[in-house]
Structures are given as C-alpha cells and as structure tokens.
C-alpha cells in the first residue's frame, strides 16, 4: 500500500510527490500551516488527499491550541480552517472536509473539555482518512465491469493511490479493481504537461503495481486513439458540477473530446465528496492558475525564453456530454447527470 498522508503522534507524514520517481521521501509536518503550505507546493496533489490532508492539518492544529477554554479553540480553530480554505481553490474535496471538520466541533463543543474535544477532531480527521480509502475500493468495484478483458486503457495525469489517502485511488481504481478481478488491464498514460503527474507518478505506481503501463505526451492522445490502440479512457476529478460538467487536470477535455471523435468511452471516477450539486454547470467552477515556472522550468532547468507571457490553468472542464459515465463509490451515474448524480446521495 503507497502511504500518501499518514497521522502520527509527532505529526502528518506525507510523502514528497515533488521529488518522485526519482526519489521517495517523506516529510513531518509539525504544523498546520506546514500541512497548508504542503497542499499549496504540491507536496501532496489530488482531489481527496487534499481533503484528507487538509482535515489532518486541522486536527494538528486544533491539538496544539494553547486556548483554555472551547471559545478559544473555536477561535484558533475559525483562523486555521480559513488558512487551509485558501490553499487550492479547485479541488471541492478540501472544502467538504473543512466544512466536515468544522461540524465535528459542533457536535463536540457541548463537552466544555478542550481536550475532548481535540480528540473529536483527531478522530474526524482519522475518520475521513479512513473513509477515503473505502470509498476509492468501491469505485473499483463499481468501475471494473466497465472494463473488458484485456483492455487497454488510457489515463491522463495521476489520480491513483497518490492522490488519494492511499492504497487504490479512483481512475486508476477502477484499473486496479479491473486486475483484481482477474483481467488483463494495460494502462496509456498520458506525460499530463505541464507537471508531468503522468509520466512521474502514474507510471511509478502502475510499475510498482506490475500493471503494464506505456507513457506518451499529451499531443499523441489522438494518434493511439485512431489507432485503436485505446478501448476506454478513464480519468479522476476535483470538481464535479450538479449537471455532470467535470473539473480535472489541464487536458483532460482535449482528452474527452478526442475520445468522442474516435468513439472511445470516457469515464469519469471520483468519490460522492468531488461532486458539488451546488454549481449549476462547469461554468460555475473555479480555476486554479498556477506559478508560470511549471510551463517554463521543469524543475530547476529552464526550457523557455526570458520574458515571456505564460497562461498556465491548473486544470480544464468537460462538459458534460463528452462523458460516457461518472463511477462513484456509490454506484455509476450515466446521462442525464442532473437525474442520476442527485440519485447517488440518496
């Protein structure tokens, strides 16, 4: 099982995506604004290890609060929530388990112990780390028969074990789910510029994994495609909108729309906690734009000229049509969204 965030008694020790595949070290973050500027740096990545991640910086810092009484944890715990809240906009999952962490302290509030209630909030965030991994299994369980043996299947960016709180992810839980069940599964992933979370983390886990995996770069996606070489494309998201639109990587609508064309199946996996039935449309999902040094740098060498302008948006929106199905850990939702998504939390 790849540890992604693990809760320990000096600390959240994460591991440094940063630096794979080259090399694997992790960090203790002793802090909650550690654990924020962790989130921010990219450190961790991914829709709910962010969530995840985030609720354990608040429960850290919530447990070294040096207030008295449960009015001036509420407000030690108002100030750290609001510094997570402004790490990365676009992932939903950060703000479900803000707003998740924030209940626990009402429910528990009424103890009038501050130490009781710390513990609360240590046993939310343990919960939701806990969580997590069960909901990314059932996503492969859901997804897997959407794949026949000997699939090959393309991915773009990284939304597996290391995006995750660890063990399956979503995408590549359904890749996971489908080996399990005794398939034959070989995974196309996309390099995902301008971060590379592709070429560096999704081809790591897949080797680790022993799952066949073949990288190419973003601009070939076509070509596999009309090919032949792609039966399914299957990808994970940060936001998912009441009508079914989905925000994912930067690419990834390139990606679905290519998948149309070439009459591939696109398949969208992520858990209940990436759906925001409050948004309308895609329309309505903010857009992180990133440091204009992930377009120009990788890494430390820089590849572009000086001086010019960069546009570098974390991620893109898929309407809502190009998408074949949306796995969840509740079940697959198909056309119309607005019906089949709201159905789920049923």
Known sequence: MIKTVEWTKDGVRMLD???????????????????????????????????????????????????????????????????????????????????????????NKHLNDVEEVKKALVSEALAIFEEDITANRAIGHHGEPLLPDGATVLTHCNAGALATAGDYGTALGVIRGARDAGKKIAVIADETRPYLQGLRLTAWELAKDDIPVT?????????????????????????????????????????????????????????????????????????EERDSMEVTHIRDHQLAPDGINVHNPAFDVTPHQFITAIITDKGVARPPYLKSLKTLFE
């Open 215 to 287: 990288v190419i770069t973003d601009n070939m996606a076509g070509h596999v495609m009309k090919s032949g070489k792609v039966d399914a494309v299957v990808v994970g998201a940060d936001r998912i909108a009441a009508n079914g639109d989905t925000a994912n990587k930067i690419g990834t609508y390139m990606v679905a729309v290519l998948a149309r064309e070439h009459g591939v199946p696109f398949y969208v996996a992520a858990p209940l906690t990436t759906l925001d039935l409050s948004l309308a449309s895609g329309e309505e999902i903010p857009i």
């Open 17 to 107: 995506q940063r630096l794979l595949p080259s090399e694997e070290k992790y960090l203790m973050l002793r802090s909650y604004d550690e654990v924020a500027e962790a989130i921010r740096k990219m450190v961790i990545r991914g829709a709910p290890a962010i969530g995840v991640s985030a609720a354990m910086g608040i429960a850290l810092g919530a447990s070294q609060s040096v207030g008295t009484s449960v009015a001036d944890l509420d407000d030690d715990l108002q100030y750290i929530c609001d510094v997570m809240g402004k790490t990365r906009p676009t992932a939903v999952n950060l703000f479900w388990a803000i707003e998740r962490m924030r209940g626990a302290f009402q429910r």
